[in-house]
């Protein structure tokens, strides 16, 4: 098959690397640091008209959208209305991850439990918000603000902050939630229609250390499999990964059918266990970056027919969820991010020792903000620059095997965390 993924992520470098070992990949826009057997083509992927002269050219068998951004512009929209098969949901149906009171509101109405909430248009809703409400929050941007729109509080004077800080950003609308606290899952999902399949589930590390006051980033790195027997899951009630895709992908996929829009593509659920029940933090409409390096790095299953299977019109929905099939293996993914990410990440430092990470067994290096300077060095473009993924027979033998590979690689003010998968 002939596939085009768009995307600037180490998440789409790991979608095609993937994809790449038995079909012809490529992937948008241009960028550096890709198998040779991986094309790159130098197109913006946030214009629909530029993707789709991109599109006629290539004729793909089908087309993978990364990001969220490009379903923000309608990119899937006007690719199906030229009768491409597109994995990315419509820019009416991606507003589950454009905006959080749409999701919310969605939220609400299929009975999906999640925090409570308030919507906050101006000071004076912000005022008589704080006038009625005592201790922790969190206040999140309505739009896309780049992982840096959820800000948690611990007071009201907190909250007023939070709040002018947004609005000074140019987010004029503010959804402010009860402060949920528990262990995080990742639960994804590939869909059509009513029809889903979940991959493993997984946990992402989104704060920039371990402190919880630092702060929120796109993430920091992340695990797979994560099992709900763990102990840290001993008192839910929910038995199975099934169970979670039962609660909390099946009614927003019938909410989108019902309004005659069905989804199709990738689906994510930020859950959270607190206090014995599993609570739905966010959507997106995509898969998790970095989730994602961990996830296909312990699938058996061939991705390029379980996508082409949901790319495809489905005749009739699945009687139940279907399970991506795993190995036994456990992968760990950990991000190197540049010095002042993610608020001002400083670029241009030259990146060394990737070679050296790369010779150590069952290690996959993927790039986000990584370029060539005029010699041909590597150098650091972007906030995170690039995931290092190991898996093993164990996750403590994942884990040392990815420090070990990421401790290989330097350039100045490397940033990461170094309690990846220590839970």
Not at 33 to 44: E, K, P, R
Not at 90 to 105: D, H, L, M, P, R
Not at 159 to 179: C, D, F, N, P, V
Not at 240 to 255: K, S
Request: charged share 15%; glycine share 8%.
């Amino acid at each position: 098959m002939k596939i085009l993924i768009l995307g600037t992520g180490a998440r789409e470098h790991a979608l095609a690397d993937g994809l790449a070992k038995k079909h012809q990949v490529f992937l948008a826009p241009k960028r550096v640091f890709l198998a040779n057997h991986i094309q790159s083509i130098a197109v913006d992927i946030c214009n629909p008209k530029d993707v789709l002269t991109c599109a006629l050219d290539i004729r793909p068998d089908f087309i993978i959208i990364g990001p969220e951004m490009p379903l923000f512009y309608g990119v899937s929209d006007i690719l199906r209305q030229h009768g491409f098969l597109v994995l990315g949901p419509s820019q009416y149906a991606a507003q589950i991850e454009t905006s959080k009171v749409f999701a919310k509101t969605l939220m609400r109405q299929q009975g999906i439990r999640t925090a409570d909430f308030c919507v906050i248009k101006n000071q004076q809703d912000l005022d008589h918000f704080c006038a009625h409400h005592q201790g922790p929050a969190v206040v999140k941007a309505d739009g896309l603000m780049a992982g840096k729109g959820v800000l948690m509080c611990d007071s009201n004077a907190q909250i007023k902050t939070a709040a002018q800080y947004l609005w000074a950003q140019g987010q004029h609308t503010l959804l402010i939630e009860s402060r949920l606290n528990g262990p995080e899952v990742s639960l994804m999902a590939i869909c059509h229609g009513r029809s889903y399949a979940l991959f493993p589930l997984a946990r992402d590390y989104k704060r920039l250390h371990a402190d919880k006051n630092a702060p929120n980033t796109g993430g920091m790195g992340s695990f797979a499999p994560l099992h709900l027997s763990a102990q840290e899951f001993s008192q839910h009630q929910i038995q199975n990964i099934q169970d979670l895709g039962h609660a909390f992908i099946a009614p927003v996929l019938d909410a989108f059918m019902e309004q005659k829009q069905p989804y199709i593509g990738f689906l994510y659920a930020g859950l959270l266990f607190h206090q014995g029940v599993f609570y739905a933090l966010e959507y997106n409409a995509r898969l998790g970056d970095p989730e994602t390096q961990s996830i296909l790095t312990i699938l058996d299953q061939d991705l390029g027919d379980l996508f082409s299977a949901f790319v495809q019109p489905q005749q009739s929905p699945t009687q139940s969820p279907m399970i991506v099939a795993s190995s036994h293996r456990h992968a760990v993914c950990v991000v190197l991010a540049a010095a002042g990410y993610p608020d001002k990440p400083q670029l241009g430092a030259v990146i060394t020792g990737i070679k050296e990470a790369q010779q150590i067994p069952q290690i996959s290096i993927f790039g986000a903000g990584i370029g060539q300077d005029e010699h041909q060095r590597f150098i650091v473009t972007g906030g995170r620059v690039l995931s290092v993924v190991a898996y093993a027979a164990t996750q403590v033998q994942a884990q040392s095997l990815a420090y070990q590979a990421a401790a290989c690689i330097d350039f100045t003010g490397k940033t990461i965390r170094n309690d990846i998968a220590t839970e």
